[in-house]
């Protein structure tokens, strides 16, 4: 982890470390016993293919904890996230990399706090989009750090 | 035999219904497994709650009355999550969780059909405070 980012470090445009994730069955069984979201696309292949899918797809709330995981990294400890969101767009499969990317595209003061708005997204190994987001963090300031 | 509604009376029925409280306690073995299961080893998260963790505190009553409506779309996946924070959700700390099934929608599409389910879920800690609010959307198709 990097040091601690503040409201006057960044500017629109500025790109977020990417992350990479390589998601495993064992990692979907571990998920789906942490999260309670037993759905059987998510480590059954019978069951997946079954249903239409290609094979076993990643969780999407997983892909999006990977690009919570990006964000909270990259804000540090005196960062705060106020809002996260994704929709999927396509599937990863398991087994696959998962490449994590983010930037800022605005930073503004609202209610006296220092907001950052990004926008994120997650690719498969072909450059498809997987997941498309956004994030709103806050962060502190030089000026009153 | 007349074809099988794309929104049953029973899904209908569950529309701006309050589901809950469903009562959760956080427990530091709980996020620390979360954690684990996300594959994320910041140490903040030996205190604090992960951000996706909300979705470990599950609607179920709302959420098994909606995916065992009877339908004739019998794929189900995921389409999109919100959340919004308005505290750290902390080890300890005893969430209440309410949701209600917002919007239906439905919607033709290349795969056909498609029904789209809105959910709205509310988190609040055990002095009543609001924690976080989600938006979460299933597909069916």
């Not at chain 2, 996300?38 to 030996?46: A, E, K, T, Y």
């Not at chain 2, 389409?79 to 919607?107: C, W």
């Amino acid at each position: 982890m990097a040091g601690q980012v503040y409201y006057e470090d960044i500017e629109t445009g500025s790109e977020l470390p990417a992350l990479v994730k390589l998601p495993t069955t064992m990692q979907l069984v571990k998920y789906a016993g942490a999260s309670g979201d037993y759905y059987q696309i998510h480590y059954d292949k019978d069951f997946a293919l079954a249903s239409g899918l290609p094979g076993v797809i990643v969780h999407g709330w997983l892909a999006l904890s990977f690009l919570g995981q990006m964000i909270t990294d990259w804000m540090g400890g005196k960062g705060a996230l106020v809002k996260l969101s994704g929709s999927y767009k396509g599937m990863n499969l398991v087994g696959e990399e998962i490449f994590c990317y983010g930037k800022v595209a605005k930073k503004y003061v609202e209610d006296g706090r220092r907001l950052v708005r990004l926008e994120m997204w997650a690719e498969n190994p072909r450059g498809g989009k997987t997941v498309t987001g956004t994030a709103v963090v806050a962060l502190p300031s030089r000026q009153s750090a | 035999m007349s074809e099988e509604p794309v929104i049953s009376e029973e899904l209908q029925g569950l529309l701006n219904v309050e589901f809950g409280p469903e009562v959760y306690e956080v427990e530091k073995g709980m996020v620390k497994r979360f954690a684990e299961a996300i594959g994320d080893p910041n140490p903040l998260w030996r205190e604090l709650a992960p951000p996706t963790f909300p979705t470990a505190l599950v609607p179920t009553e709302l959420l098994h009355k909606m995916v065992t409506a009877r339908s004739p779309l019998k794929r189900l996946l995921n389409g999109g999550n919100e959340l919004e924070y308005f505290q750290p959700i902390r080890v300890g700390d005893v969430i209440s969780v309410t949701a209600r099934l917002e919007r239906l929608r439905k919607m033709e599409g290349k795969e056909g059909t498609t029904l789209f389910m809105v959910v709205a879920i509310t988190y609040k800690n055990e002095r009543g405070e609001l924690v976080a609010k989600g938006r979460n959307t299933f597909v069916r198709y």
